[in-house]
């Protein structure tokens, strides 16, 4: 093993160096396997003293060179699960809330340009310069402060308005040029005039806004604070006169404190936090744990990365944002810490066979897809050797007499055999986590999924509100008579806002009769004029109050050419009598790219970052009905029947679960969105989604699993001899699930498959020839003849050479068994009437008296065997006797052994 370090008697890759004596699992294997190294010490000292030619030392070594590639596959995979599940908590933490102050940025460039902060500007300094002339204590001074105070109010309820919609704001400052406080929404907040540089950067920044997370006099008790800040001017000419600066205060912690909540689970040791350019924690899921402030190690290009903090250590993963529709924020990371002693004892497969067909599990486990090479190749290599050390042990119970032998012989083939079987359960436990991770992996993207779509769409029904209050809009609608110039200037505003808020394809304001007056989008002008006659309409005009909306079903409409989408309203309100609805505002979101964006954001990804081979992701209704796909595999509109109770979960919950579906088990996780904020939570407003992220796991096999019996182990081998009894001594095996033996005088050993040809022509039940002693013998397959379904030859299964009269044959079997000493007293000779003399049933052994086990063993006779197929062949057309026994190798030239 190249660039390997010792740890304890194994050698490990340097990757798993303080890593892998944290992984419960693998160290519980290692010391089996280590115990169980000894005791194959031992029997090979006492294979070599017994004086039986039993040489175990190329088998120990085996395992033991096994033993290093097991352990150090399993630490590999247990660390790359974990890994995996920190790097998902880390990437989402950062890249969701870049998605939501993507949005801030729009927010602030188009509240800046608002009608109503640029009149209330303006007001603002006439006043002041009128109290500049006054004296402070006059009549006069009074009066223009008690209006300058009504103006203030104003202004106040108009930011309470937006915060009302947007409630990701807990505060709006506006300011004039010189820094000084004129209105703000938080009249608690002692501050009137800001030193802080982002007044300057905010009035001479060529950006489209400015961004600061920092301390600042701004907002004093509140210590870092994410503002969003931007210059108000006459107009919106890029030359135009500034009149002040707006600053938007966001709900940093609150916010990122849900963003926690939903990356959590119960019994989660990890800590969750973000980390600002210079590795300082500006966010943390547990504040006692890692304190804001805290500076940290971190390596973002690093896979992992193992670092210290507070005197313990931890497992990390950081994650730069990828950034969404160009923006990439301030440079944060999220960044995961789990302590080293917590990070790998999660299994995980809790209740997975619960969830889980047994045989679609074995399905899934057998695949190759989800394991690399190395870690397959393991059972096969354990399964090799166990082969060989079982037929080794078998032939030297053959030649053996002496019964401390055959004791010793038996135990070195069942230290092998539960060396292998730890093998087995160790990389079966592991499949199951796997598995397992799997599930719970599609469930948190589905849940990513449809909280990225519920984000989303939070932020449509604030848009279509806020814009709605629009003075231009409701001072022009409350006219008795709109004219052409009243409709171009509404149209003008459309547009400007569509040019900053690019996931609509057309916004357009309507009459209270329903008439479009005028669009965003000039190609779609041809609507200008008609009348709306839907649903939605009627709902958006009988809407009471500001904060209500109105959302269309999702369906295929003309406002959309055609496709589907949500299109979503708000009533217009007369500007001198607010009660009266004079019109409504529509907005359509462009549901196509954009959810499929959605999806293939939370999709599973490889290292570089493309989406795994297969998956896929789609968004549903509640009867199934599906809104969007990442592939082609359905159209919008169509139908996905899948399991029930996905479509009847409860809202916010989700599951996990493999299928069958397009001739293949996939993983798929779902989960029904819970809204955000107020959005679906209790403004009113139903319409249950479904996300669903399917991952390939295995190809569905229509061919049915042959049954194939082992040897037990630790079952009795030795038999004492009754006194003065006659016994047989017989060397069993198996073929499929059936027990046979032959009498162990016939028999000259099990070997290999080494030299096997095919010969052409020949009858079904022989499977080629091979030299055998300088002999040419004949392979043959009683697999009809048991009356089990016919199965492809294994290559690697035993050949089991009998004499059959002067001749050799060999007999493909599928494991071997004991070679059991039996007493004449449990014989019973196939000489019943109903026993064909056809047949090749030499006895059939009795179970032992008041034994629990009741199973026949069926012995054969190996030269009634041939004869029996012999005759099979000639009556089945397939030559005469003749012919049918030299084409079986009984030609009398063979020599006994």
Avoid at 23 to 29: L, P, T
Avoid at 178 to 195: C, F, P, T
Avoid at 465 to 491: H, M, N, V
Avoid at 609 to 627: A, P, S, W
Wanted: with cysteine; charged share 25%.
């Amino acid at each position: 093993m190249s660039n390997g370090i010792q740890y304890k008697d194994v050698e490990i890759p340097a990757e798993l160096a303080g890593l892998i004596n944290h992984m419960a699992d693998v160290e519980g294997y290692r010391e089996e396997l280590h115990n169980l190294g000894n005791q194959w010490d031992l029997l090979t000292i006492l294979g070599q003293m017994s004086g039986t030619g039993t040489d175990m030392t190329g088998t120990r070594h085996g395992f033991l060179r096994l033993t290093s590639e097991l352990l150090s596959q399993l630490g590999l995979e247990t660390l790359k699960k974990t890994v995996q599940e920190i790097a998902g908590k880390a990437q989402v933490a950062v890249d969701i809330v870049i998605r939501n102050l993507f949005e801030r940025t729009a927010d602030i460039g188009f509240l800046a340009t608002d009608d109503d902060i640029r009149e209330f500007l303006r007001v603002e300094a006439g006043l002041e310069a009128q109290l500049a002339e006054l004296d402070p204590v006059s009549e006069q001074a009074r009066e223009l402060e008690a209006v300058r105070e009504g103006h203030v109010e104003r202004i106040a309820a108009r930011f309470q308005e937006y915060v009302a919609k947007y409630s990701v704001y807990f505060n709006i400052i506006l300011m004039d040029t010189e820094g000084r406080v004129v209105a703000q929404l938080d009249r608690a907040n002692d501050i009137r005039v800001s030193s802080d540089p982002l007044v300057a950067e905010s009035l001479t920044t060529s950006s489209e806004y400015v961004e600061v997370f920092r301390k600042s006099d701004l907002l004093a008790d509140q210590g870092d604070s994410l503002i969003y800040a931007y210059r108000v001017t006459e107009t919106n000419s890029a030359d135009s006169a500034p009149l002040g600066v707006l600053c938007l205060c966001f709900r940093f912690q609150n916010e990122m404190d849900g963003v926690f909540r939903n990356l959590g689970s119960e019994n989660d040791w990890s800590v969750m936090t973000l980390l600002d350019k210079t590795g300082r924690v500006i966010a943390s899921s547990d504040g006692y744990h890692i304190p804001l402030g805290a500076v940290l190690d971190f390596d973002a290009e690093a896979k992992f990365k193992v670092t210290r903090f507070a005197g313990r250590q931890y497992l990390a993963k950081t994650c730069s944002t990828k950034g969404y529709q160009g923006y990439y924020g301030l440079g944060w990371y999220g960044h995961v810490m789990i302590p080293l002693e917590h990070a790998f004892n999660q299994s995980g497969s809790d209740g997975l066979h619960q969830r889980v067909d047994q045989a679609i599990l074995e399905a899934v486990m057998n695949d190759p897809r989800l394991f690399s090479e190395k870690l397959r190749s393991i059972p096969l290599q354990a399964e090799h050797i166990q082969r060989e050390l079982e037929r080794t042990v078998w032939n030297g119970n053959v030649r053996e007499s002496d019964a401390q032998s055959k004791v010793l012989l038996w135990n070195i083939s069942d230290a092998g055999a539960r060396t292998k079987m730890v093998f087995e359960q160790s990389i079966g436990n592991l499949h199951e986590t796997v598995v397992s991770g799997i599930l719970n992996d599609v469930e948190f993207q589905a849940a990513l999924a449809v909280d990225i779509m519920d984000r989303n769409l939070y932020e449509r029904a604030n848009d279509c509100r806020w814009w709605a209050l629009t003075s231009a809009f409701r001072k022009i609608l409350s006219q008795p008579e709109i004219s052409t110039l009243d409709a171009e200037t509404i149209g003008s505003i459309l547009a400007y806002i569509n040019g900053l808020y690019t996931v609509y394809t057309n916004l357009f304001v309507y009459d209270a009769r329903g008439t479009i007056l005028a669009v965003s989008d000039p190609s779609q002008a041809r609507i200008v004029g008609t009348t709306l006659s839907d649903d939605l309409c009627q709902w958006t005009l009988s809407l009471e109050g500001s904060q209500d909306y109105a959302v269309s079903p999702f369906e295929s409409t003309r406002l959309y050419d055609g496709r589907h989408t949500y299109i979503y309203g708000a009533a217009i309100t007369d500007i001198a009598r607010p009660g009266r609805v004079v019109g409504g505002i529509g907005i359509v979101f462009d549901g196509e790219p954009q959810f499929r964006e959605m999806l293939l954001d939370s999709l599973p990804r490889g290292e570089k970052g493309e989406v795994l081979e297969g998956c896929f992701g789609v968004f549903t209704d509640r009867k199934g009905r599906v809104i969007s796909c990442t592939g082609d595999r359905f159209a919008v509109g169509d139908t996905l029947s899948v399991d029930d109770a996905i479509q009847r979960l409860p809202r916010g919950k989700g599951t996990s679960r493999i299928i069958e579906f397009d001739g293949s088990y996939y993983a798929v996780g779902a989960r029904v969105g819970a809204g955000y904020r107020e959005y679906k939570v209790d403004d009113g407003y139903v319409n249950d989604v479904v996300a669903m992220v399917f991952v390939p796991l295995a190809e569905v096999s229509e061919k049915p699993k042959t049954v194939v019996r082992r040897r037990e182990i630790g079952v009795g081998v030795s038999h004492k001899r009754a006194s003065g009894m006659d016994c047989i001594e017989l060397a069993t095996f198996y073929i499929g699930d059936k027990w046979l033996g032959i009498n162990a005088v016939h028999v000259d050993e099990a070997v290999n498959s080494e030299g096997l040809t095919t010969i052409p022509g020949s009858p079904d039940y022989v499977i080629g020839k091979f030299v055998y002693n300088d002999e040419l013998i004949t392979v043959i397959d009683i697999r009809t003849q048991l009356r089990l379904a016919p199965v492809r030859f294994d290559p690697n299964a035993p050949i089991v050479v009998v004499r059959a009269d002067s001749a050799h044959i060999g007999i493909v079997v599928d494991a071997l068994g004991e070679i059991p000493e039996i007493c004449m007293d449990r014989v019973d000779k196939a000489n019943s009437m109903l026993d064909s003399s056809k047949g090749y049933v030499d006895c059939i052994i009795k179970p032992e008296l008041h034994s629990e086990q009741k199973e026949l063993l069926v012995v054969i006779d190996p030269t009634r065997l041939v004869k029996a197929l012999i005759i099979n062949g000639a009556v089945n057309g397939n030559g005469d006797k003749d012919g049918a026994r030299a084409e079986s190798g009984v030609n009398g030239r063979g020599a006994k052994k």
